[in-house]
């Protein structure tokens, strides 16, 4: 089982970047797929991003491709979500998870942090 950590959220004006933070605790990290989730109130979680375990693969949600980027650093057990260009329909709670393989449905992932708060303002 591995423990994930969400940080780096808050408050931004439309046009603004964050970066997420992911940090992990335990080995199975490294040997495990990563994924990026948002929940916007009264929504479902959605997909966002999804990183390989060794980094060398991503696939991002439509709504997020070209602005958004997912890294990992397994020396530290951390990974990233970079999130420039930010729009207001970006503001959710975003929660990371560790899965088998990369893949977007929720299912698929067994275990997730709490998640972190991001609010854009138009």
């Known amino acids: 089982q591995v423990q994930l950590t969400e940080s780096g959220g808050g408050l931004v004006q439309a046009g603004g970047s964050l970066r997420l933070s992911c940090a992990a605790s335990g080995r199975a990290f490294s040997r495990s797929a990563l994924g990026w989730f948002r929940q916007a109130p009264g929504k479902e979680r959605d997909f966002v991003a999804t990183?390989?375990?060794?980094?060398?693969?991503?696939d991002y949600a439509e709504s997020v491709k070209g602005r958004f980027t997912v890294s990992r650093d397994n020396a530290k057990n951390t990974a990233y979500l970079q999130m420039n260009g930010l729009k207001p329909e970006d503001t959710a709670v975003y929660y990371c998870a560790t899965g088998i393989g990369t893949s977007r449905w929720r299912r698929d992932y067994d275990d997730w942090g709490q998640g972190t708060q991001v609010t854009v303002s138009s």
């Open positions: 990183i390989t375990f060794s980094g060398a693969d991503t």
